[in-house]
C-alpha cells in the first residue's frame, strides 16, 4: 500500500501557478547538514530571536500566533501562507495592531495552495504554526520537519491510518533532527486537566473501571458552494463537511475528549464498536450528524463516548471517570475538574483556563528551543488522532474495529491523488453501516 501523498500543485486564485512537490525526507548528506545547522544553532537559542510562519490563516492560525506573540519575548511574526491573500492580510493586520513590536516591517504574503512550500523554503523562519485543515497535516508536518523547522501543529494530527504512519515517522524524525513539534491538544496543558489525572494517578477514585466522554455541541458552520467555483476550490473552503479535509466531528472536535481519555487510560484502545448517522446535514456534506461508541481498553475497561452536533439539542461537553472509589468529573472549557467519593461527597476541585492553556502550548515550544531540549509529543496527538479515525472507522462500516486493523493493516488513504486549484473530486458521499467497507 502505497502511504506517499502527492502535495498540490500551485495554480492560485490569483492565477500564478507553483511546482509540484512530493513530501521528501532528509537523508544522507542533507539529513547530516540539518543535524550540524541544528547543533550549531543550539548554543546561541538561548538568546536569538525566533520567527514565526503561520500556514493557514484563518480562526485557530490568528488565535495561535496572537498567543505565540503574547505570551513570548523575543518572538517575530515574519510570514504568512493561506489559500487567500486576504486571510494573510487580516492576520498580518491585527497582530500588526495588537504586537506592534513583534511584527515584521512588511507583510510576508504566500497564497494558493503552494503557499506553505514558500514558508518552509524562508530561511528567516524558525517556527513554523500549521493551522490549515487537518487533511494537510500529516504532509505538511513531514515536510516542516524536513525542512528543518520546529513546529507547532493543530489538532487532530491526522485523518486516516495512512496519515497516522506519516505522522509517526515524522515525529522520530524532529527526534532525530532536534526540532521541536508541540501539538494543539492544550487540554495537556490546562491546569484542571492536571490537576485532576494527578489525582487519579495517585488513587483519588481507587482502582478505574470506565469513563465516558461527551462532545455534544450544537450546529456548525457551511460554507456553500458558489457559481464557478471547482470541485476542489469549493470543498477547501467548505472543509469542514468533507471527510478527507476533516476527518469528520469525531476527528476535528472531539479528538480533544479521545486525547484526554487516552491520557487516563494510559495508552491506546484495543478496539471500537459503535454507530451513529446523519438527520440534519446539507445533502452534500459527508459528516454524520453523532456518533456513539464504545472503546475497549487493556484490563476490561471501557471507554464509552458519544459526540454530536445538532442544532437545538442539549450541549454536554466533558470526561467522567469512574473508580472503584469514586468519580472524577473534567468539564470541556473552563469547566473545571471535581472528584466525589461513592456516596456523592465532594472531595476535591480545581478550576482552570484554556485561554491560558492554549498559551501555554507557545511558551513551552519556546522555552523548550531556547533551552535546547526542543519538546516533540506528535506521536501522543497522533495516537489520539488514529483513536478518532478508528472509532469513525467502526462507526461507519457498522463493524468491530482493532487498533491492530487500523494502524498496521487498513489501507484507508483519504487524500486526493494531485490535488489542484481546478480539481475535479469524486462525489461526496456519507457512509451507511453494513454498506461501507472497511479498507
Ligand atoms: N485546539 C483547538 O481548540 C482548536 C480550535 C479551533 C480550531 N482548531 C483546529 O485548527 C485547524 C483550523 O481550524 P480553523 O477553525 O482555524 O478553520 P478556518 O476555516 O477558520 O481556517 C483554516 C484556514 O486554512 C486555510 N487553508 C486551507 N487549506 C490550506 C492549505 N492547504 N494551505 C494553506 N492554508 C490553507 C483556509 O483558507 C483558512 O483560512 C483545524 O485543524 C481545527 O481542528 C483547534
Not at 513530501?23 to 538568546?47: D, I, K, N, P, Y
Not at 503552494?114 to 500549521?130: E, F, N, Q, T, Y
Not at 513551552?364 to 531556547?370: G, T
Amino acid at each position: 500500500m502505497s502511504e506517499k501523498r502527492s502535495l498540490p500543485a500551485g495554480g492560485r486564485p490569483d492565477g500564478v501557478s507553483g511546482a509540484l512537490s512530493r513530501r521528501c525526507f532528509v537523508s544522507g548528506a542533507a539529513g547530516a547538514a540539518t543535524l550540524m545547522v541544528h547543533s550549531s544553532l543550539a548554543a546561541t537559542e538561548e538568546t536569538r530571536e525566533l520567527r514565526l510562519g503561520v500556514i493557514g490563516c484563518g480562526g485557530r492560525g490568528s488565535g495561535a500566533i496572537n498567543d505565540s506573540l503574547t505570551i513570548n519575548e523575543g518572538v517575530r511574526l515574519v510570514a504568512t501562507a493561506d489559500l487567500f491573500a486576504p486571510k494573510c492580510a487580516a492576520l498580518w493586520k491585527a497582530m500588526r495592531e495588537a504586537h506592534p513590536d513583534k511584527v515584521a516591517a512588511t507583510d510576508s504574503i504566500a497564497a494558493g495552495l503552494d503557499g506553505w512550500r514558500r514558508v518552509l523554503d524562508d530561511p528567516s523562519v524558525d517556527i513554523v504554526l500549521i493551522t490549515t485543515p487537518p487533511g494537510f497535516r500529516p504532509s505538511y508536518l513531514t515536510e516542516a520537519v524536513a525542512a528543518g523547522k520546529h513546529v507547532f501543529a493543530e489538532k487532530p494530527a491526522c485523518v486516516d491510518p495512512a496519515g497516522y504512519r506519516i505522522c509517526l515517522e515524522a515525529h522520530d524524525k524532529a527526534l532525530a533532527n532536534g526540532t521541536a513539534i508541540v501539538a494543539g491538544t492544550q487540554y495537556r496543558r490546562q491546569v484542571n486537566y492536571l490537576g485532576a489525572i494527578e489525582q487519579i494517578r495517585q488513587g483519588a477514585i481507587g482502582d478505574l473501571v470506565s469513563a465516558s466522554a461527551r462532545y455534544c455541541a450544537g450546529g456548525i458552520w457551511y460554507r456553500p458552494r458558489k457559481e464557478g467555483m471547482s470541485d476542489a476550490e469549493y470543498q477547501l473552503t467548505n472543509w469542514m463537511h468533507f471527510i478527507w479535509l476533516s476527518g469528520d466531528q469525531i476527528v476535528e472536535q472531539a479528538v480533544h475528549n479521545l486525547d484526554t481519555m487516552n491520557w487516563v487510560m494510559g495508552g491506546n484502545p484495543i478496539s471500537a464498536f459503535g454507530s451513529g448517522g446523519r438527520f440534519t446535514r446539507p445533502d452534500d456534506s459527508e459528516m454524520w450528524d453523532s456518533m456513539s461508541l464504545d472503546y475497549e481498553y487493556p484490563g476490561n475497561r471501557v471507554v464509552s463516548f458519544m459526540c454530536r452536533q445538532i442544532p437545538g439539542a442539549a450541549a454536554d461537553v466533558g470526561n467522567v471517570i469512574r473508580g472503584t472509589q469514586g468519580e472524577c468529573q473534567i468539564g470541556g472549557g473552563n469547566a473545571g475538574s471535581r472528584i466525589f467519593d461513592r456516596a456523592g461527597k465532594k472531595i476535591w476541585e480545581m478550576a482552570g483556563s484554556i485561554a491560558d492553556a492554549y498559551r501555554q502550548e507557545h511558551k513551552d515550544l519556546v522555552d523548550s528551543i531556547r533551552a535546547g531540549k526542543p519538546i516533540v509529543e506528535l506521536r501522543q496527538m497522533a495516537d489520539s488522532s488514529m483513536m478518532a479515525v478508528l472509532g469513525r472507522m467502526a462507526a461507519y462500516s457498522g463493524q468491530k474495529v482493532t487498533w491492530k486493523f487500523a494502524t498496521e493493516e487498513s489501507s484507508l488513504n483519504l487524500f486526493p491523488k494531485d490535488l489542484a486549484w481546478d480539481s475535479t473530486l469524486p462525489r461526496p458521499q456519507f457512509a451507511i453501516p453494513g454498506r461501507t467497507k472497511l479498507v
